[in-house]
């Protein structure tokens, strides 16, 4: 069982930066693709990024190709999202996820989640 907390959420101005953290416990974390996915009120959970077990290839939605980047530290167990230029749309609640799947940019391969943390950016 692998337990995944997330933190770094809060309040920004569009324009501005987060990073988000997520910590892992309770399995072996190199095991384990890992995403990020978020979710907007009224919205369906979708896709941010994600990057495989050892760190070596990263995916990212169109939205936030260039703005985004995801990495992962296998000895500290935790992965990151820098997020950087944010939107007013990019508000959400943003979780982080893990997986043993090969597809690793769809929700339902999923099979851990955190609990979220919230990411409000203001015009």
């Known amino acids: 069982q692998v337990q995944l907390v997330e933190s770094g959420g809060g309040l920004v101005q569009a324009g501005g930066s987060l990073r988000l953290s997520c910590a892992a416990s309770?399995?072996?974390?190199?095991?384990?693709?890992m995403g990020w996915f978020r979710q907007a009120p009224g919205k369906e959970r979708e896709f941010v990024a994600a990057?495989?077990?050892?760190?070596?290839?990263?995916y990212y939605a169109d939205s936030v190709k260039g703005r985004f980047t995801i990495s992962r530290d296998n000895a500290k167990n935790t992965v990151s999202l820098q997020m950087n230029s944010l939107k007013p749309e990019d508000t959400a609640v943003y979780y982080c996820?893990?997986?043993?799947?090969?597809?690793?940019?769809?929700?339902?391969?999923?099979?851990?989640w955190g609990q979220g943390t919230q990411v409000t950016v203001s015009s």
């Open positions: 309770g399995g072996t974390f190199s095991n384990y693709n």
């Open positions: 990057i495989n077990k050892s760190g070596g290839n990263t």
């Open positions: 996820a893990a997986t043993a799947q090969v597809v690793i940019t769809s929700p339902h391969t999923y099979r851990y």
